[in-house]
């Protein structure tokens, strides 16, 4: 056996060294790094047959944190000896002008896309995850501008959309809490109203799991979303974490397109 380790060395440049390493031939890819880089390998690697790993590093890993991977990277490696290959579906968001972009954790239009647009990179690289913390205080008393949201043929009027594959956000809570990167499709939450005291109502269903009873959330599963928004408005989109253009796009779950590493109990099989 064959080992390879290469380091990138700057930003955007894990998506272009997975494609190589599928080139060259490697069959398994172990990603070390946040979310950022997760993402940029996901991309890279879609649509393949290479089996991708992930150690989590930088300022979050959701998705080591969804499958039940330790934060710690050796801890994580010794982890990864017990795990096995599962074909996965991926998310992909369609936005025009641009290339489809692939994800492996979920989607966000509104309010927390928002915040990664105008995220200070030195903040963040400084601060981690406080940073985003610091992004959402920075609009507290902002009305949020809404959109429109077509779900399984129902059109929604709301300020926030999240298209999600995983429990898991950001590290810390749980919006959508029946999906798993195992299923076919998306968990998709949704939020009507848009002003501050509104979204206290909504961050404090998310804090005490209460959220399917929230007034104005809708939660629904579905394969594909179709997100639009008013003409004079630019509303943000983020895809695990990163920021990938404005409204309009399509959302929509790409059935077949990974090959993970997922622990045994994560992947349903038998000890």
């Known amino acids: 056996m064959k080992v390879r380790l290469i380091a990138t060395a700057a930003p955007n440049q894990a998506g272009a060294l997975a494609v190589q390493a599928a080139l060259d031939g490697c069959d398994t890819v172990l990603i070390s790094g946040g979310d950022g880089t997760i993402n940029e390998a996901v991309n890279g690697l879609a649509g393949t047959k290479v089996v991708m790993g992930v150690l989590p590093a930088g300022t979050a890993n959701v998705l080591a944190n969804e499958i039940g991977l ?3 990277p050796d801890h994580a490696a010794r982890q990864i000896l017990d795990t096995v290959p599962v074909r996965i579906s991926l998310g992909c968001v369609d936005v025009k ?14 309010l927390d896309a928002r ?10 690289r400084r601060f981690g995850k406080l940073a985003y913390w610091q992004g959402g205080f920075s609009l507290f008393g902002e009305k949020q ?17 999240l298209m999600s594959r995983v429990r898991n956000y950001g590290g810390d809570f749980q919006i959508a809490r029946q999906v798993r990167l195992t299923d076919p499709d998306f968990e998709v ?4 109203d848009n002003e501050w005291k509104d979204y206290l109502r909504f961050f404090g269903g998310v804090a005490t799991n209460r959220l399917a009873g929230v ?3 809708h939660i629904a599963r579905s394969s594909q979303v179709e997100v639009s928004a008013p003409e004079d408005r630019r509303i943000y989109i983020q895809v695990d974490g990163e920021a990938v253009g404005a409204l309009p796009a399509v959302f929509r779950v790409v059935p077949d397109a990974l ?3 997922l622990p045994k109990r994560y992947a349903g099989v038998k000890e």
């Open 215 to 217: 007034k104005g959330v």
């Open 145 to 161: 501008p809404r959109f429109h949201a077509n779900v399984n043929g129902a059109e929604h009027q709301v300020s926030f959309a």
């Open 97 to 110: 002008g641009a290339m489809p972009r692939y994800f492996a954790l979920m989607a966000g239009v509104g």
């Open 189 to 192: 939450v949704t939020f009507e």
């Open 259 to 261: 090959t993970l590493l």
């Open 115 to 124: 915040i990664v647009y105008d995220l200070d990179p030195g903040l963040k």
């Open 70 to 72: 330790a934060q710690r």
